[in-house]
Structures are given as structure tokens and as C-alpha cells.
């Protein structure tokens, strides 16, 4: 049986919780900034925040004790009786942050919940404006959008759709090609004439369906878990949108993971996507900062006012939506983003951390630099694809499982805790290996050098016990 984190023993241990991996993982038993300390005692150093939620890290005095005070007033209400302080109090924060782009906001549980409420939205807007026609969604292979049978759908995570392909919507939900220009685009193709054909192609997916039944596309500003950190060609957005607006459908953004500061700014669209303005957007793991379980809907005027104009209410919901210690959690998180200008630091660590991972895997001397494909990323977020299709590459022996669990194992063994993915190099998901890294928007330059020490590291003796030669 698979061991925890790869290859990584920790020991026998009997646990109830069906888990998401094959193996038991250890258990942590307290956290405290950038570091979780395990039942055994080791300290390790989160350099990826669970899944690019920690923000903040853990043990904030400011977050911590505003869910104490919340606690103390109002635990939970259900939002179709009564609205809450805290809930309408980050609604208005989160609108007037916004620049203008959004004039109303959704409360969810999550990520994957706050894409249904995409779905949702988006259809509703329609259905209500006189549309009803328009009941198809595009979006892009090698995404992900969510692990419900709809944002499984929606998105093209070919490993996660294979056990529930039977179940999948494929009338309703279609995918046009990764803007992936590090595999995809042509050897003697332009970057402009890239986005030029991955334009022409989404034109032509709407023509093959019918424009007007189409309700708009969906993208990552930045793709997260599917190809690691992978952002779109300069002026991508602007052409996926000069679309949509061709045809009256909406122009989507997933943000889940990307949103909420990852890139250094608030939304990532306003320095990865062109400074194009979505008509709908998801948010999650950013805005509570893991202190609580909620995500985001953002909905824009033009959205916003067809829902006002036809039922005026959104036909959608959950029990713990707009939960009030939820809200609580997450409003202190953004006042703390905001408070101690953390923004800023990720714009000053986040250069830092690229070019010390691309020096150190990439430089000269570098014993890894045979086998990365690509170091690519900004701010507070980073993935680091590897290749082996080489004859030195195909020569390594990682055992049963791929480089990249294997990495992460070694890495944990070391101290770090970083995340793991494969197949996100090939359309059909066979191909590739890679590794995130996003740490907290508080993390110190002396920690930034010890993430990249131990990756590195981890990363060498991988390839060193799968038989790299000195």
C-alpha cells in the first residue's frame, strides 16, 4: 500500500475519515504562521498553504479573534430569514474594492460551490432577460473549475473525469484549447498569431453551436492545479472577450485559486488577464484565507441589473451561505491584507522567489536543468514543470509512482510541504509532471530562500535515487 505523501513512511496508523489520498496522511496537531507542527513533532514549512488558501498563514491574532467575537453574537443565521453583519459588511468590501467591476455579491461554501453559482447565475440571467435558448457553456480543455458532476463538466481535468465520464453534461458544456503557449503554441508561430487562432477558434466553436445559445466562456485567469501556474498570452483575454461580446454571451472567470491577492493584485485579471473586466467571477480559498469555508460569487452591473430587472433575487442557495462566522473570518483576512499592506510584500518576494527557482534549477551547474521544462509564475505562485522524454530522462527510475509525488514526498521528509500533479502536459493527461508553490503573502525573504534551499534539494536527491549520475 502507498505511504503517506508518496514514498514518505510515517508510520501505521487507523483512521475513520475516508481520505483523499491512498494513503493515511499525519496528522497536524497545531499550525502557526508559514509552519504546522505533526503529532510527532516535526515542524514543517508550508510553502504552498494547503492548496494556495493559507494567505495569511495560520494563528492570526487578528482573524482569530474576530471569529471569537462573532461567535459570541451570532453563530449562524439562514440567510432566507435574516441577513448578517459580517455578510453584508465584506459584500460591500469586496463591491467597492472591486474598481467598478462588480455591484453585487453571492455568498458560497467553496470553490466548487462558487462555480455552481457561476453556472447558475449565468443561466438565470438569460432565462430571466428572455433568452431562454441559451443553455450552453464553453470552456477550455486542461481545466479545472471544481469537483461537482456540473464544474466537472464545465472544466477538462482529464484524470478527475475519468471515473464519473458516464455522468458528465457533455450537451451543455464544451471546450475549446489551453492557452498553453509553452506546449501548444506552433514553433513558428507569433505569439499574436497564437492568440489570433485560439480567437478564431473559440469564434468558431460558437458558430458551430449556434451564437445564441451559448452562455458565455469560462476560463482561469491563471490555471492552477491542471498545468501549474499557467498564465494566458498577453492579450488572450481581451480577444476571448471581444467574443462573447460579438455574440451577447458572458465572459467568465475562474479566480478560485488565482483571485483574491495570489498575483499580487486583488484580482488576478488586473495583472494577468489583460485588465479585462469579467461579467462574472469566482472566488474562494484567497478570501477566507483558510480560517473558514467560503467562496464567492461576483457579479457585475450588467448582471447584476438583469437579475434586478426580472425576479430581483438569486435563485440559488445553500444552508451556511453568508454563514456569519464564515463572513466574520473572511472580512478580517482582507482587512489584514489590506492593513499591513501584504499585497506589496507579495510584489517584492514574488521576483524574488522566480529567479532564485530558475537560478537554481535552470542556471549553470544546475543538476536538475536537464529535466525542467519550465519555471513560470508571479507573486505568490509558482509551478516548476518537469520533462523527462529525454533518453537521460527516460533512463530515471522513480519506482511506482511519478517525479513529481515523489519530490513532494522527499520534500516533506525535509521540512516542506509543497503540492504535486502529472498529466498536465498532454491533452489527454499522460503527460507531464509539475509542483506548486504558493506561499502565505506575509512570508519573509529568509523564508522565501529556505522554500527554494529545500526544494531544490528535494528535488536533486529525487533525481539522484532514481538513478542521476553525479
Known amino acids: 500500500m502507498s505511504s503517506a505523501n508518496g514514498n514518505a513512511n510515517h508510520g501505521p496508523r487507523v483512521s475513520s475519515i475516508l481520505h483523499r489520498t491512498p494513503w493515511v496522511p499525519p496528522v497536524a496537531t497545531s499550525a502557526e504562521g508559514s509552519y504546522i507542527t505533526l503529532e510527532d513533532g516535526r515542524k514543517l514549512l508550508d510553502a504552498v498553504g494547503g492548496a494556495a488558501v493559507a494567505c495569511i498563514g495560520n494563528g492570526h491574532p487578528v482573524v482569530t479573534q474576530a471569529i471569537k467575537d462573532q461567535v459570541d453574537k451570532a453563530a449562524y443565521v439562514y440567510n432566507m430569514q435574516v441577513s448578517n453583519e459580517p455578510a453584508e459588511q465584506l459584500a460591500e468590501y469586496l463591491t467597492k474594492s472591486s474598481k467598478g467591476a462588480f455591484d453585487l455579491v ?20 438569460f432565462y430571466e432577460g428572455g433568452q431562454p435558448q441559451r443553455t450552453k457553456f464553453i470552456a477550455r480543455q486542461l481545466s479545472f473549475h471544481g469537483n461537482t458532476i456540473a464544474t466537472l463538466s464545465l472544466a477538462y481535468h482529464p484524470t478527475r473525469r475519468a471515473p464519473y465520464a458516464a455522468l458528465l453534461n457533455n450537451d ?20 499574436e498569431q497564437y492568440v489570433e487562432r485560439l480567437r478564431q477558434e473559440l469564434e468558431n466553436k ?44 458572458l465572459f467568465i472567470l475562474d479566480e478560485v485559486m488565482s483571485g ?40 457585475s452591473k450588467r448582471v447584476a441589473d438583469g437579475i434586478r430587472d426580472a425576479s430581483g433575487f438569486w435563485k440559488h442557495g445553500h444552508t451556511y451561505q453568508a454563514n456569519p ?27 524574488v522567489l522566480g529567479a532564485r527557482l530558475r537560478e537554481r534549477l535552470q542556471g549553470p551547474g544546475a543538476r536538475a536543468a536537464p529535466f525542467v521544462w519550465d519555471v513560470r509564475g508571479g507573486g505568490a505562485w509558482w509551478g516548476i514543470e518537469f520533462d523527462f522524454e529525454s533518453a537521460a530522462g527516460a533512463a530515471l ?25 502529472s498529466g498536465g502536459s498532454s491533452l489527454d493527461g499522460t503527460k507531464g509532471h509539475h509542483l506548486m508553490i504558493s506561499p502565505a503573502y506575509n512570508v519573509t525573504l529568509e523564508q522565501v530562500e529556505t522554500i527554494v534551499d529545500l526544494f531544490v534539494r528535494s528535488v536533486e536527491e529525487t533525481l539522484v535515487a532514481a538513478g542521476l549520475q553525479a
Request: charged fraction near 20%.
Open 106 to 125: 453571492g455568498f458560497v461554501s467553496g470553490g466548487s460551490e462558487a462555480m455552481e453559482g457561476v453556472i447558475k447565475t449565468a443561466r438565470q440571467y
Open 172 to 191: 451543455n458544456f464544451h471546450h475549446v484549447s489551453p492557452a498553453y503557449a509553452a506546449r501548444f503554441k506552433g514553433k513558428d508561430e507569433t505569439e
Open 206 to 249: 460558437f458558430i458551430e453551436l449556434g451564437p445564441d445559445t451559448v452562455i458565455g466562456f469560462v476560463a482561469e485567469t491563471v490555471v492552477g492545479a491542471t498545468t501549474g501556474v499557467v498564465p494566458a498570452p498577453k492579450g488572450y483575454f481581451k480577444a476571448m472577450k471581444s467574443v462573447c461580446d460579438k455574440y451577447g454571451a
Open 260 to 299: 483574491m491577492g495570489r498575483m499580487g493584485t486583488l484580482h488576478a485579471w488586473e495583472s494577468f488577464g489583460d485588465g479585462v473586466k469579467p461579467d462574472l467571477q469566482a472566488v474562494a480559498k484567497g478570501l477566507g484565507g483558510g480560517y473558514a469555508a467560503i467562496g464567492a460569487v461576483l457579479v
Open 325 to 351: 462566522l464564515s463572513c466574520a473570518a473572511a472580512l478580517a483576512v482582507q482587512k489584514t491584507i489590506v492593513a499591513e499592506d501584504l499585497l506589496a510584500n507579495v510584489q517584492k518576494f514574488g521576483p
Open 397 to 421: 527510475d522513480f519506482g511506482r509512482t511519478s517525479f513529481a509525488l515523489a519530490a513532494q514526498a522527499r520534500a516533506f521528509e525535509n521540512g516542506l510541504i509543497v503540492m504535486a500533479f
